[in-house]
């Protein structure tokens, strides 16, 4: 192994104490899978931020006790810092609900913010999905994804703004607004959640709480499970959002620095670092490698990267010549992250800076669907390719949508049908797409 290198396994499995150090959370929730019953599954995710300890956290509720089944993982530990400045915990739980009005609300609190200029104590998180059928992708809303490092450090002279991840599955319009008012001489631009500076800021930790909310661009219906349904107009923002989701987070602004330029005293992030809001694929059971270097030349050293990401993420961390520090990280999907939308954000640490914060969106494949038993049938004009569900566990036609407007997918008690028009019939390798790249479904030969 080359000098400097060190390879932590970020996996920890936490007691229980007081957390009263709270640095914010974000809430993920994975697409519902509609049970035979007509009950759903629900997979939601709480990543939480604290200062000392992370652990002790609260646990996020259904609204009015209607989940059933809960099946709660511990708080597993996803990333901390090695002088105990910081740290983040991921929490996933599976549930069962009866869908019970049009909506789907989920819950937690918890004391103690760390101590900020904004002085506030308790904290409340929230997530509400719309439980409606969406008329343009015949399934329910999917919800926005969003995240953040640990602990954003800005300087005081040089912040100028900080993006934050705002990535919709469903291409909707994604708006960000402050939940309480935002701490002074920020503000939020909510069309892009980028948050910028307007003044002279103060000195210290300031809270954030946001929520991030989606609306779709196209006049859509909803339709809910009594049969119901209401038309939500494209873009209009004084209609509620197909989902809202709460994302909180502490900004530390330190004392100014000598210099402002990126890769001087800030480190920089160089070419091969993923751009802020990238979409990467990764399939279950291979390794997705994320890479990321940053230079700070005038800077002591890049002491570490923070992470925000999944359960089980490994972080290999080395720092070179010339203020250069690399980091790359591994993370190998499962089963049971198939169709999941994973945020991970990362930035990079001096001791007396933070680069960018940087996050990306990844997407992971069910391999399950690339090996789904399909009959293929040829028309002169078109082509029918039939999907054995019982081939392709815990996969709903409800979460495939196709790009291409000449594929259609039905669904009968044992099959999904995709009907797709074309003339080559026997020589088209790939058969359809999802419109957000999720499932692909191949027909080599036939
Ligand atoms: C953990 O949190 C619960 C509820 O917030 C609190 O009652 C309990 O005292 C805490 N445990 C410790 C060891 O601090
Ligand atoms: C929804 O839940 C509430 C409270 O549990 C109950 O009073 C109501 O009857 C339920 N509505 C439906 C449609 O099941
Ligand atoms: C906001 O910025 C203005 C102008 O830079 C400054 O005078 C004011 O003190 C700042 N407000 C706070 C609360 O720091
Ligand atoms: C949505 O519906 C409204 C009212 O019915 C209509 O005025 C508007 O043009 C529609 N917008 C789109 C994008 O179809
Ligand atoms: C993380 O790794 C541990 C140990 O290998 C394993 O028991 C656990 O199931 C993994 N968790 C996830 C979410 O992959
Ligand atoms: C569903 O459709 C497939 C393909 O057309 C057919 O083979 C199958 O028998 C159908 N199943 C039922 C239950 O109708």
């Given at each position: 192994?080359?000098?400097?290198?060190?390879?932590?396994?970020?996996?920890?499995?936490?007691?229980?104490?007081?957390?009263?150090?709270f640095?914010?959370d974000?809430?993920s929730?994975?697409?519902l899978?509609?049970?035979?019953?007509?009950?759903?599954?629900?997979?939601?995710?709480?990543?939480?931020?604290?200062?000392?300890?992370?652990?002790?956290?609260s646990?996020?509720?259904?609204?009015?006790?209607?989940?059933?089944?809960?099946?709660?993982?511990?708080?597993?530990?996803?990333?901390?810092?090695?002088?105990?400045?910081?740290?983040q915990v991921?929490e996933?739980?599976?549930?069962?609900?009866?869908p019970?009005?049009?909506?789907?609300?989920?819950?937690?609190s918890?004391?103690?913010?760390?101590?900020?200029?904004?002085?506030?104590?308790?904290?409340?998180?929230?997530?509400?999905?719309?439980?409606?059928v969406?008329?343009?992708?015949?399934?329910?809303?999917?919800?926005?994804?969003?995240?953040?490092?640990?602990?954003?450090?800005?300087?005081?002279?040089?912040?100028?703004?900080?993006?934050?991840?705002?990535?919709?599955?469903?291409?909707?319009?994604v708006?960000?607004?402050?939940?309480?008012?935002?701490?002074a001489?920020?503000t939020?631009?909510?069309?892009?959640?980028?948050?910028?500076?307007?003044?002279?800021?103060?000195?210290?930790?300031?809270?954030?709480?946001?929520?991030?909310?989606d609306?779709?661009?196209?006049?859509?219906?909803?339709?809910y499970?009594?049969?119901?349904?209401?038309?939500?107009?494209a873009s209009?923002t004084?209609?509620?959002?197909l989902c809202?989701?709460?994302?909180?987070?502490?900004?530390?602004?330190?004392?100014?620095?000598?210099?402002?330029?990126?890769?001087d005293?800030?480190?920089?992030?160089?070419s091969?670092?993923?751009?802020h809001?990238?979409?990467?694929h990764?399939?279950?059971?291979q390794?997705?490698q994320?890479?990321a270097?940053a230079?700070?030349?005038?800077?002591?050293?890049?002491?570490?990267?923070?992470v925000?990401?999944?359960?089980?993420?490994?972080k290999?961390?080395?720092?070179?010549?010339?203020?250069k520090?690399?980091?790359?990280?591994?993370?190998?999907?499962?089963?049971?992250?198939?169709n999941?939308?994973?945020?991970?954000c990362?930035?990079?640490?001096?001791?007396?800076?933070?680069?960018?914060?940087?996050?990306?969106v990844?997407?992971?494949?069910?391999?399950?669907?690339?090996?789904?038993?399909?009959?293929?049938?040829?028309?002169?004009?078109k082509?029918?390719?039939?999907?054995?569900?019982?081939?392709?566990?815990?996969?709903?036609?409800?979460?495939?949508?196709?790009?291409?407007?000449?594929?259609?997918?039905?669904?009968?008690?044992?099959h999904?049908?995709?009907?797709?028009?074309?003339?080559?019939c026997?020589?088209?390798?790939?058969?359809?797409?999802?419109?957000?790249?999720l499932?692909?479904i191949?027909?080599?030969?036939?």
């Amino acid at each position: 192994m080359e000098a400097g290198a060190a390879v932590l396994l970020l996996v920890a499995l936490l007691g229980t104490s007081s957390a009263s150090s709270f640095y914010g959370d974000s809430i993920s929730l994975a697409p519902l899978q509609q049970n035979a019953d007509g009950t759903y599954k629900v997979t939601f995710y709480h990543r939480q931020n604290g200062r000392t300890s992370c652990q002790n956290q609260s646990a996020l509720l259904c609204d009015g006790g209607l989940c059933s089944d809960l099946d709660r993982s511990a708080a597993v530990q996803t990333d901390q810092d090695s002088l105990g400045r910081w740290c983040q915990v991921e929490e996933r739980t599976t549930a069962t609900f009866q869908p019970n009005g049009t909506s789907f609300i989920l819950r937690g609190s918890g004391c103690c913010w760390d101590n900020n200029l904004e002085h506030k104590s308790n904290w409340e998180s929230h997530a509400e999905l719309d439980l409606g059928v969406r008329s343009d992708s015949y399934r329910i809303n999917n919800c926005p994804v969003t995240a953040t490092v640990a602990s954003l450090r800005v300087s005081q002279n040089c912040f100028t703004h900080l993006r934050l991840l705002a990535h919709d599955p469903d291409e909707d319009a994604v708006r960000c607004r402050f939940a309480s008012g935002g701490p002074a001489n920020f503000t939020l631009d909510e069309s892009t959640c980028t948050l910028r500076g307007s003044g002279e800021l103060q000195l210290g930790q300031h809270v954030f709480e946001l929520t991030v909310e989606d609306f779709s661009t196209k006049n859509v219906t909803l339709t809910y499970a009594d049969g119901s349904t209401v038309t939500r107009e494209a873009s209009s923002t004084s209609l509620p959002p197909l989902c809202r989701l709460k994302l909180q987070f502490v900004v530390d602004v330190l004392s100014p620095t000598s210099s402002c330029v990126a890769g001087d005293l800030l480190p920089m992030f160089l070419s091969r670092t993923p751009s802020h809001g990238d979409v990467l694929h990764a399939s279950v059971g291979q390794t997705l490698q994320l890479y990321a270097e940053a230079q700070a030349q005038n800077a002591q050293r890049i002491q570490g990267f923070q992470v925000s990401g999944p359960q089980n993420v490994t972080k290999e961390f080395r720092s070179g010549s010339d203020g250069k520090a690399e980091v790359t990280l591994r993370w190998t999907p499962k089963e049971s992250d198939a169709n999941k939308l994973v945020p991970i954000c990362f930035a990079a640490d001096t001791a007396i800076t933070q680069s960018e914060m940087r996050c990306v969106v990844v997407t992971v494949t069910h391999t399950a669907v690339l090996q789904g038993r399909a009959s293929v049938t040829c028309l002169p004009n078109k082509m029918t390719v039939a999907l054995e569900k019982a081939s392709m566990p815990d996969i709903s036609e409800e979460f495939l949508s196709l790009r291409d407007p000449s594929c259609t997918l039905t669904t009968n008690g044992t099959h999904i049908v995709g009907t797709m028009s074309f003339s080559t019939c026997g020589t088209k390798l790939e058969v359809c797409q999802r419109r957000d790249g999720l499932i692909q479904i191949y027909v080599k030969s036939f």
